[in-house]
Structure formats: C-alpha cells, structure tokens
C-alpha cells in the first residue's frame, strides 16, 4: 500500500526540479543575460498554483494538524517549523511574482532582487523538503495511526482536483526543465 507521505515525497521530486530550471534562470539573470520571459511565468505559476495552493495545502490541512495531534512536544516544534517556513515561503513567493512577473527584460538592480529572491526560495524549499523528509513524514508515519490516514489520498486527490494535480505540472514543467537543466 502506497503510504500518504509517498505522495508528498513525489511533489517534492518535481518541486525540486523546478527550482533547479529556476535556479539556472536566476543565474543567467544575476550575470546580465536576457530574462526567459515564457519559462520565468510558467515557474511563478507552478509556485502559486502548485507549490502553495496544492503541495503545501496538502501538508498545512492534513498532514500537520494530524502529526500535532498524535506527536509529542517534539512533533509539535517539527509542525511548527514546518508551518513557519511555510508562511515564509509564501511571502517570498509573492513577493517574486509581485515585483518581477516578468513582461520585459530586468534592469539592473531587479536582476539583483530577482536573483537574490529566487535564492530565497530555493533555500527555504531545501530547507522544508529537508525537515518534512528527515523528521515529518517519520514522525508520522510511526505515530499517525495508519486508519487516521486512510483517506489522506483522497484528500490530497481533492485538492489536486481542486486546483492542479501533479501530473499536470509534470508535463508543463518538462520542457522548463530539460532547456534549463545543468
């Protein structure tokens, strides 16, 4: 049986290969070259529209509250780390798509911003997969009852339904991915 949190190791593999097409572009960017206009707008919407609206949804509604409530005091500083680098995220997120959604080229001093947020992000994202990966998803996988997750899936399932699923991105994010690949 496929546990829940297999599902959110799955988001994070494809989150983390936007964020390394995201990367590249901010390193083009921060060295002068020409901002990728279309590819720069399909990764801001999969921040938005994934990212926060689904992935992190998916671990705010479900899998946090649930890990709280079974865990200890320790699980309960594990949600709450998460719950914070969440909200950090989020704001960086914004602020990206606020000031450099992109409809012409950067001027100096927004490459640097760009650039810099875009670093921002990345690091907060490694640092989430990072908690929710070595001590979350353990943590809740042995102290969760496995009948409390039951319908997690299908949570997860609605929510991706609601908004866009994984696959979807997956395609979208495929070409991004291979142009701005190392």
């Known amino acids: 049986m496929k546990r829940p949190t297999d599902n959110l190791r799955q988001d994070h593999a494809l989150v983390g290969r936007g964020m390394v097409a995201l990367g590249a572009i901010a390193g083009v960017v921060r060295a002068g070259g020409p901002l990728p206009a279309a590819d720069t707008v399909t990764l801001l919407r999969f921040l938005r529209e994934f990212v926060i609206a689904v992935h992190m949804r998916k671990e705010s509604l479900v899998v946090c509250p649930a890990a709280a409530m079974h ?13 914070r680098v969440h909200a950090e995220i989020e704001e960086l997120v914004h602020s990206l798509v606020l000031f450099w959604e992109p409809t012409a080229d ?21 640092r989430l997969t990072e ?3 070595s001590a979350l998803f353990p943590l809740c996988e042995a102290q969760v009852p496995a009948d409390d997750q039951l ?24 070409p991004v991915c291979q142009r701005w690949s190392a």
């Open 131 to 133: 908690l929710e990966e």
């Open 71 to 83: 865990g200890d005091d320790a699980v309960a500083g594990e949600v709450g780390d998460v719950l």
């Open 106 to 126: 950067l001027e100096d001093a927004e490459r640097q911003g760009f650039a810099d947020t875009v670093a921002a992000i990345r690091q907060r994202l490694a």
């Open 151 to 174: 319908d997690w899936l299908a949570q997860f399932d609605a929510l991706e339904q609601e908004r866009t699923s994984r696959r979807s991105w997956e395609r979208t994010l495929a």
